[in-house]
């Protein structure tokens, strides 16, 4: 290090905290619980997967796009941020293999340009939200302690930033903590994205009408995280001593396959789905955590049931209404070995 000893602080509640992503689904969430703790919230965004309606008003609302550097260092203008709480991402890893270079430039030079910034600031905390992707196949369940081996591009970008994160706590001092959620889904999902997050692209299908999407077989695991179970412990972390420089599984704990998540999605919506069976992708067939880790330092809450999660987000994608299917908004860089449906979507 460069002598710049840290000991670990705790955030007060009237801290004036930076949230990226915040336009969207968990980004949105982790902003109405900073304000909820009495937090003074910059939120900023730049609306290519989000919506500026998920923002609670009583945030400061900065638009813009993290790859510039520029635009980064603006967001200090006013003053320093106690903490940065990052979420922004483009969170499709199956589509990552297909758009590697835009992958690397949206998820790890943007969290780069963030990280500059938090150590020349003097920032208290950087809170990273990483993903499960990083462990790879075949490490059920999935714990910290375990070597990762992520093996899309998207995987290997997010532990790229927990990597750096770790080299800028050494040479700097800069304080963090890293957050490995999965799955996660509920209120706010964008159900217009054909390329990820399942459960909201089956109540997409549902609400149309339309057949429910499963790649291969659809026996494939995932321990499903309601929304409730996620942002509240990402908001307060800056808040509890044992979270500094520490990484974390956060979510759900009982794995269910594609096939019983659509029967749960028929049951909510009051239909008996169809499925379209396609050719299956590459991807991790079973992944779910251990979270007794997260469990000790935070001691959260019961995760909410699959069930009682389904319906929440139902009555919210009903009230709310469905999106047409929105098509990734830049360049397929390798078009070859992409799925099928991708490929055909494109072309329609």
């Keep these: 290090m460069d002598g710049q000893s840290s000991s670990p602080r705790t955030t007060p509640s009237d801290s004036r905290v930076l949230v990226t992503g915040a336009a969207g689904f968990i980004g949105s969430h982790v902003v109405d619980h900073c304000l909820g703790a009495g937090m003074q919230v910059v939120a900023t965004d730049d609306l290519s ?6 923002i609670d008003a009583r945030a400061q609302w900065v638009q813009g796009d993290l790859r510039d550097a520029e635009f980064v260092a603006s967001l200090w203008a006013e003053g320093r941020f106690d903490v940065v709480y990052h979420l922004a991402a483009y969170a499709a890893e199956g589509l990552s293999h297909f758009i590697r270079a835009y992958n690397y430039r949206t998820n790890l030079e943007a969290s780069v340009n963030l990280v500059n910034q938090a150590i020349l600031t003097g920032a208290s905390r950087f809170v990273f ?25 998207y995987g290997i970008s997010k532990y790229a930033v927990e990597l750096d994160l770790a080299a800028a706590h050494e040479m700097f001092g800069l304080e963090y903590t890293i957050f490995r959620p999965h799955n996660v889904y509920g209120e706010r999902q964008n159900v217009a994205d ?10 997409s299908h549902a609400l149309r009408g339309d057949p429910l999407p499963v790649f291969g077989d659809g026996r494939q695991t995932r321990a499903f995280s309601h929304i409730d179970d996620v942002a509240p412990v990402i908001a307060r972390s800056p808040a509890v001593p044992e979270s500094v420089n520490q990484v974390y599984n956060i979510g759900a704990d009982t794995p269910y396959s594609i096939l019983e998540l659509a029967a749960e999605i028929g049951r909510a919506f009051g239909i008996d789905p169809v499925l379209e069976h396609l050719p299956p992708r590459k991807e991790v067939v079973h992944a779910f955590s251990d979270h007794a880790k997260v469990r000790t330092d935070f001691n959260p809450p019961e995760p909410l049931d699959l069930e009682a999660g389904i319906r929440q987000m139902a009555a919210w994608v009903h009230a709310h209404g469905s999106r047409d299917p929105v098509e990734f908004a830049g360049r397929i860089e390798v078009d070859r070995n992409l799925p099928p449906s991708w490929a055909r979507s494109r072309q329609e």
Excluded: K
């Design 129 to 153: 939200t990483s993903s499960i992707a990083v462990y790879g196949a075949g490490q059920v369940p999935m714990s910290e302690e375990m070597v990762p081996r992520p093996e899309d591009p």
């Design 49 to 54: 997967g989000g919506f500026r309606e998920n």
């Design 194 to 203: 054909r390329y990820r997050n399942v459960i909201g692209i089956f109540m």
